[in-house]
């Protein structure tokens, strides 16, 4: 005879063999994981065509399997939608998650048909990535986003504007200032792969190129910004840069009369423009290693002009720069009391060397004449502490550029 606890210990085990038996029959294959999916419904967005409420149910069966990456489904339910824009976008996205390269050149022919359809735009700008070609993701997704402004696909646009154009021009431009112009013309190069008009791009490759002496890329990545001011900016180093100073000052005066560069990058020019006219003795002058007593006049009369209407005193008789072709600027300068010649012996000992004591006393001498401040000079070799040293035997080219500093900033 059974017992109550026998019958319900029956009970259970066959409970138990139910369930096991259900579960076994019910379990298959492990569902495919869920697909991250990152671009719209076909039935969504700005440009949407319209489609009937059966092929709509079929459409919208197909996203949820799309979203479950069933993707024998989705093109069972593309094809049970029927033809149609819609119906095309679903079975291109189910590709997408496949093959991205093949997608891309159906959505191509899908938005060239629908210019308008939002989602599809989108759909292409996410095959195009994953696919590496980079330029036409970021003009899909521009597309996309200008056609439906929602804050998911603006993001997506300015994403990645950042990583293909924004993180690429700041590591181009560290590269520059790193003195590294092939790292930062790659980075350049690179932009304008994937965002041929972009600004700063080309000013980059411009910039870099000047630095390495590729004359026609800087021409050739300035051309499609015109009178663009940092164009004209850049136009103006590289006449500098071959001495084509009245070029220069044109570029430089096409500029904005309120740009901050504009008046100094003109005089710079103009002051080059006339030391290239200047006479032979006088660039001599400019680019001697250590200036003689004769070269230092010529500096200082040539480079202030102003210095020869300024000279009253009795004109010297100076029996040794008869012969030479800068006896004039010599002569101005012992006049303005700039230099001192031997009055006694009447000569001014052209050859010899100007040393620092020499240069020192003549531009103080000539910061007073022209009313202006004279430089504070360092007690040793080397400038510190915002002092100046011209070396022990000043060269021309370090007197010039003192001089021209000195001459050209105005006393407030």
């Known amino acids: ?19 096991a038996a259900w579960g076994c029959a019910t379990t298959g294959p492990p569902a495919p994981p869920t697909a991250e999916l990152a671009f719209p419904s076909p ?3 700005p440009g949407r065509p319209a489609v009937p409420s059966r092929a709509a149910r079929e459409l919208q069966r197909g996203w949820a399997a799309l979203a479950a990456n069933r993707l024998e489904e989705v093109r069972d339910r593309a094809a049970e939608a029927g033809p149609g824009p819609a119906s095309t976008l679903l079975a291109l996205q189910a590709g997408l998650l496949e093959d991205p390269a093949t997608a891309v050149s159906g959505l191509e022919a899908l938005v060239k048909e629908r210019p308008r359809y939002a989602a599809a735009w989108l759909t292409l700008s996410e095959a195009a990535e994953r696919a590496g070609n980079e330029s036409l993701a970021l003009e899909a997704a521009r597309r996309g986003a200008a056609l439906w402004g929602s804050p998911t696909w603006r993001a997506r646009a300015t994403r990645l504007e950042d990583r293909l154009v924004g993180e690429r021009l700041a590591r181009g431009q560290e590269a520059l200032e790193a003195n590294d112009p092939v790292a930062a013309a790659d980075m350049a190069a690179r932009v304008l792969q994937v965002d041929p008009g972009n600004r700063e791009a080309r000013l980059l490759q411009a910039r870099a190129a000047l630095v390495t002496g590729d004359d026609a890329t800087v021409e050739e990545a300035l051309e499609p910004l015109g009178n663009d001011s940092e164009a004209l900016l850049l136009r103006g180093r590289l006449a500098e840069k071959h001495h084509h100073w009245m070029a220069a000052y044109r570029l430089y005066e096409a500029l904005p009369e309120d740009h901050p560069l504009r008046e100094a990058s003109m005089d710079r020019a103009k002051h080059a423009w006339r030391v290239s006219n200047l006479p032979s003795y006088v660039q001599e002058a400019l680019h001697s290693p250590a200036l003689t007593r004769a070269q230092l006049a010529v500096l200082l009369v040539s480079l202030a002009p102003q210095v020869e209407s300024l000279a009253t005193g009795t004109p010297p008789l100076l029996s040794d720069i008869v012969a030479l ?18 009055a006694l012996e009447h000569t001014f000992r052209p050859e010899a060397p100007a040393d620092a004591e020499t240069v020192h006393r003549a531009i103080d001498r000539l910061c007073r004449l022209l009313g202006r401040t004279g430089p504070e000079w360092c007690s040793g070799e080397t400038g510190d502490g915002g002092c100046i040293s011209l070396g022990t035997h000043p060269s021309g080219d370090r007197v010039a550029a003192l001089l021209k500093t000195l001459l050209e900033d105005p006393e407030p």
């Open 1 to 19: 005879m059974r017992t109550v606890s026998d019958s319900r210990a029956l009970a259970a085990l066959v409970l138990t063999g139910v369930l």
């Open 43 to 45: 039935l969504t967005g």
């Open 325 to 342: 072709p800068s006896r004039r600027e010599i002569v101005s300068a012992v006049r303005a009391g700039l230099m001192d010649a031997d």
